[in-house]
Nanobody, 125 residues
Framework: QVHLVESGGGLVQAGGSLRLSCEAS????????MGWFRQAPGKEREFVAS????????YYTDLVKGRFTISRDNAKNTVYLQMNSLNTEDTAVYYC??????????????????WGQGTQVTVSS
């Protein structure tokens, strides 16, 4: 079983950038497709980005296309979310998630098997 721990959240001003990291423990990280989700207060958890096991398939929600970049380094057991041009609508708790045996990208919560505890991202105006 892979365990995930997010880091890199914090407070930034609108227009700023932040990079989130999700470090996995275990020996099977390279077998997982990975995703990022976020949940703002009073809202449902929503999909942000996903990347396949080898990085060959990537997908973003329309809300972050052109601003966010998901990537992974299997040698470091880490997936990243580079967030640029942040705005107040990006304020949320960000979660990383993994799908065992993933060969593609996945956009739905129920498609993932493992979840991190989340990291807070707050964008001020």
């Amino acid at each position: 079983q892979v365990h995930l721990v997010e880091s890199g959240g914090g407070l930034v001003q609108a227009g700023g950038s932040l990079r989130l990291s999700c470090e996995a423990s275990g020996r099977t990280f390279s077998d997982y497709s990975m995703g990022w989700f976020r949940q703002a207060p009073g809202k449902e958890r929503e999909f942000v980005a996903s990347i396949s096991w080898n990085g060959g398939s990537i997908y973003y929600t329309d809300l972050v296309k052109g601003r966010f970049t998901i990537s992974r380094d299997n040698a470091k057991n880490t997936v990243y979310l580079q967030m640029n041009s942040l705005n107040t609508e990006d304020t949320a708790v960000y979660y990383c998630a993994g799908r065992a045996g993933g060969r593609y990208y996945y956009t739905k919560l129920m498609e993932y098997n493992v979840w991190g505890q989340g990291t807070q991202v707050t964008v001020s105006s």
